[in-house]
């Protein structure tokens, strides 16, 4: 182990910043388009999932109070899934912006 740790060592007297800076940016053409796109897309997506996380927790109580499991239960896995969902869609715009980057390169 102290063998890859002085490796690093020296790798990194070597480069001190191994990481180019640079600024991500669309071609001109598709920059306005694509970005409305990605605005209503991620409004809306985001919109929807926190609607359905409302809509899950609401499930949750009334299962629970009622006491039907069931009820309670698709609550919970609707809570879940609507956060993933949110996640996915933040996710997505970094990889467009990736996508746009290697064909330009």
Not at 10 to 31: E, F, M, R
């Amino acid at each position: 182990m102290s063998q890859i740790m002085e490796t690093l060592n020296v790798l990194a007297a070597k480069n001190p910043n191994p990481i180019p800076g640079y600024k991500p940016a669309l071609p001109g053409t598709l920059q306005t388009p694509t970005q409305k796109i990605l605005a209503w897309t991620a409004g809306v997506g985001l919109t929807l999932s926190v609607l359905g996380g409302l809509s899950g927790w609401a499930c949750v109580a009334i299962g629970h109070n009622s006491e039907r499991g069931g009820l309670a239960a698709r609550g919970k896995q609707a809570v879940v899934w609507s956060l993933i969902s949110g996640m996915g869609i933040g996710v997505t715009s970094g990889l467009v912006w990736t996508f746009y980057k290697m064909s330009q390169g």
